[in-house]
T-cell receptor, first 114, second 111 residues
């Protein structure tokens, strides 16, 4: 497709499980972002890639969160030992250039930790 | 610490009238501002933006105004249409690629 896709769309995990969320950006887009959006809040920055390089991971809330983009296209956000406060929508966005103005968002993955 | 604030969680407007959505920010280092529109179960979509060197940007029915001295921006939609009903997020960016989003305003345009 032409847009950013994310999978799965919905994920239910039991507390303590590991999860992996996938993002397929728009083909050729250099920059890729991950955001966490809690209920009733705006998206909060987690991390940013330029091609395969993770240039900013200052928003990752703990060392249980890990993101990678090994070939500069598809990205995976992994959360280890999930906790209830990890429940949120995880949004991925991509943009064409190295300096980003307009971002294109995927539909998000809704993670529920029970 | 919320650096971008949207103090109105919701707004209702009659079709054909003007919708005004407001956003305040605290960081004077922000140099670019954007508005995104979000429908349920979809990701935000880019609507309009403005650089900090301008005070107005217009695109069709949408106009964004920036008041740097007040650290305030607003989005005007004229005329409002039922299809404009969505959640609107204000976002700000400083040098680098980290974006800060507000909490959103839910706009309902009443036919």
């Amino acid at each position: 497709g032409a847009g950013v896709s994310q999978s799965p769309r919905y994920k239910v995990a039991k507390r303590g499980q590991d999860v992996a969320l996938r993002c397929d950006p728009i083909s050729g887009h250099v920059s890729l972002f991950w955001y966490q959006q809690a209920l009733g809040q705006g998206p909060e920055f987690l991390t940013y890639f330029q091609n395969e390089a993770q240039l900013d991971k200052s928003g990752l809330p703990s060392d249980r969160f890990f993101a990678e983009r090994p070939e500069g296209s598809v990205s995976t956000l992994k959360i280890q030992r999930t906790q209830q406060e990890d429940s949120a929508v995880y949004l991925c966005a991509s943009s064409q250039g190295r300096v980003t103005y307009e971002q294109y968002f995927g539909p998000g993955t809704r993670l529920t930790v029970t | 610490d919320q650096q971008v604030k949207q103090n109105s969680p919701s707004l209702s407007v009659q079709e054909g009238r003007i919708s005004i959505l407001n956003c305040d920010y605290t960081n004077s280092m922000f140099d670019y501002f954007l508005w995104y529109k979000k429908y349920p179960a979809e990701g935000p979509t880019f609507l309009i933006s403005i650089s900090s060197i301008k005070d107005k940007n217009e695109d069709g029915r949408f106009t964004v105004f920036l008041n740097k001295s007040a650290k305030h921006l607003s989005l005007h939609i004229v005329p409002s249409q039922p299809g404009d009903s969505a959640v609107y997020f204000c976002a700000a960016k400083r040098t680098g690629n980290q974006f800060y989003f507000g909490t959103g305003t839910s706009l309902t345009v009443i036919p």
